[in-house]
């Protein structure tokens, strides 16, 4: 006999447009709850769905969560992306599908400053691989593994705009149990570069401040180690190749005006008494020159290790995907 979830999946799959049509109202309310373009629900039927199908097909209830690794570069979609189809495999597979975003397991400030007195100054500054909380990450990601039915854990939740993690009370809270995480963020998946392609700075960041290759040296030193073992959880890695590094900026740039626009929206009558950190246009550019190398080293290899390959156009629209032929 079969069960709900399998009548629901062949109903999904045998009637998409129904489904597109049932959804389509909660999946632009998702977006509108991103600041994401409403329009992305047009790509119901050719993309958002049929990804959904791919990965219920995948997943194994009663078992353990499928792990799906996402990564791209700064600004190319990927909150977004995992978002609309976590929602779509909830509300139309009945999977219990959670996302967990990388750019939520930085260290707080207090230890990333702690970090950066005792290692290098450049660590400050979040982003790069020895940024994060492995530990944290890797805890929680056993968490979700482990979570039983009518069990409850909470996510945490980093604020940008005040460069710092959120108090628990605002993180996001997951019951029991769990059949697919997305795990997203822009270096997930990554591994070490090769050590005589660091000698020379890439830019003028590294020029100026790690003439010594020691800070671009402990990052690789990161990915080698610990960053490899939390990658490890990933069963499918999954990457969004952008056309070029030269896109990455205005991609970004874009993200930080949206970021600023709304943050009324996000803090609300407190606005006025938070020190809040929102980038000018010249300050991100300064800012992604601790992303360029490791960018674009994941841009030249990424898209030969990844199992499944969204290619995207200028403006961040998914052109298509390659995912594995299986006999």
Known sequence: MRTSSELKTELARSTPGSLSQRLRFDVEQTLKSLYADESLADRMDDLFIPFADWVSERSRPNIGPLILGMSGAQGCGKTTFCTVVSHILRKGFDLNAVVLSLDDLYLTHSDRMKYSNEVHPLFSVRGVPGTHDVVLADTIIQRLKD????????????????????????????????????????CVGASEMPKKTLQEPMNLLEEKNDSSAQWRNCVNEHLKHDYRSLFEHIDILLWMQAPNYDVVYDWRNKQERTLENHLYDIHGGILDTLD????????????????????RFMLSSMAGRADVVFTLDESQKVVKWDYPIEH
Request: proline share 5%; glycine share 4%.
């Open 147 to 186: 979570l039983k039915d009518g069990e409850v854990m909470f996510l945490p939740a980093f604020d940008k705009s005040m460069d710092d993690r959120k108090p628990v009370h605002r993180w996001t809270q997951v019951e029991g149990p769990v059949d697919v995480v997305f795990f997203e963020g822009w």
């Open 276 to 295: 809040i950190k929102v980038m000018s246009s010249e300050e991100l550019k300064a800012f992604m020159q601790h992303y360029e190398r490791l960018t």
